[in-house]
């Protein structure tokens, strides 16, 4: 075989075996009979794929160590929906562009239906997976849209309304404990009363959400010393880029949705609301006449 074919095939036969092993090491700890034979199947395509490829090459190869801990960790971190389909992005579809053009698909009759099994077939059998944090993304987004808006609002407008750091961090651990209870009851009654099959599970997510969202921006007026207020108001803000960077991040990837839009929308609403927050909080001190 030409030099260039050769690498080509050696290339795409390594990552088969790699991901051979990623998808067998993720479906080892997934509880969930269905998607881990799901799991298995494509593991079982991945090593038929690597065995046509071996016919070629004559070689043996090893999985790459560093990618198959790398992706396991993701799974264990963040699901294994969206280890998987991080693993099967944009970059993976450049590189089987690169692997299958037109002379390999001529020198290896086998190429065409690899081609078409990367392209079509693994991806309905992905688009199978039924992760339960995945059922329940919309109570996720309720509880961290609502903690991001109206408690980083709250935030801003004590900020300069109370100007101690101290103060705020009272104030804000009452405000956010009470509207994770809040918003927690509020979507437990919504999903029952829309008959959902588990609301309870709605009303946890939606709580944790908001909850760990709270915890994380109020953090900076907690270790701040008191007279830092501002500065600790622009770590929080900033803990709000990436909160929303990172949780639309995971959404894009797990779900196929636009990132852009999604963290777009989210930070100019989050922002805005902190902005008219703050200029209320300044209104209050100055026309109340009160100097905490």
């Known amino acids: 075989m030409d030099q260039k074919f050769l690498k080509k095939v050696k290339l795409f036969q390594q990552k088969e075996i790699t991901e051979n092993e990623i998808y067998l090491n993720i479906a080892k700890k997934i509880k969930d009979e269905k998607n881990r034979t799901t799991l298995e199947k494509i593991a079982e395509e991945e090593m038929k794929h690597y065995e046509i490829w071996e016919k070629y090459t004559n070689e043996e190869m090893q999985p790459v160590k560093r990618e198959v801990l790398y ?13 998987i389909k991080k693993m099967e992005n944009q970059e993976n579809q450049e590189e089987l562009e690169y692997i299958f053009d037109q002379e390999l698909l001529k020198e290896i009759p086998e190429a065409e239906k690899i081609y078409q099994d990367e392209l079509v077939h693994e991806k309905k059998l992905i688009d199978l997976l039924d992760e339960e944090r995945l059922r329940y993304i919309g109570s996720m987004v309720l ?8 408690f980083t609002g709250s935030l801003a407008g004590y900020s300069f309304a109370m100007q101690s750091n101290k103060l705020i961090s009272l104030a804000g651990l009452i405000t956010g404990i009470s509207a994770t209870l809040s918003m927690a009851t509020s979507e437990f009654l919504s999903a029952r009363s829309d008959e959902e099959e588990n609301p309870t599970k709605s009303a946890t997510y939606t709580g944790i959400a908001y909850l760990l969202t709270v915890v994380l921006l109020i953090m900076p007026y907690l270790v701040l010393p008191d007279q830092w207020y501002g500065i600790a108001l622009g770590i929080m803000l900033l803990l709000v880029i990436l909160i929303i960077a990172v949780f639309n991040y995971y959404i894009a990837v797990a779900k196929d949705l ?3 839009q999604r963290f777009k ?10 902005a008219l927050s703050f200029i209320i909080g300044l209104l209050v001190k100055r026309f109340l006449g009160i100097d905490l």
């Open 258 to 260: 636009s990132f852009k």
């Open 143 to 150: 509880g961290l849209n609502d903690a991001l808006v109206e």
């Open 265 to 274: 929308e989210m930070s100019i609403i989050s922002l805005g609301v902190s």
């Open 71 to 83: 992706y396991t960790f993701l799974a264990k971190l963040f699901g294994y929906t969206f280890a």
